[in-house]
């Protein structure tokens, strides 16, 4: 069981644009790998019990959206730590239309 559970953890870390994907990639610079794939494998367990002892579906979102109040929290991250290197930064909107 623990193989198998090992290999299908590698599929859905390494499949694309993809809730696991993003686990392993979020755990795996603090944790190392294999402690991030077993995260992958556990957080897979849970989602496997609740499909079948629920009888739910489950739906692959696909990419994360950032809302508005995460995007927020990320701006002002970014500020403090460039702030702690020495930048001032000002931050002004994009012009309509431009990227």
Known sequence: ???ILNQIAWAA??????HFQRLFRRFMPRMGIQK??????HHLLRV????LHHGVRY??????RLDPATAHKRKL?????????????QLTPL???GV
Not at 13 to 18: G, V
Not at 48 to 51: C, D, E, F, G, R
Not at 78 to 89: D, I, P
């Open 95 to 97: 012009p309509c239309g």
């Open 13 to 18: 870390a390494r499949s694309k644009d993809t």
């Open 48 to 51: 496997l019990w609740k499909i």
């Open 77 to 89: 991250r970014l500020l403090r730590e460039f702030r702690k290197l020495g930048y001032s930064v």
């Open 1 to 3: 069981m623990r193989r």
């Open 36 to 41: 991030a794939l077993w995260a992958v494998a």
């Open 59 to 64: 739906i692959e979102y696909g990419p994360l």
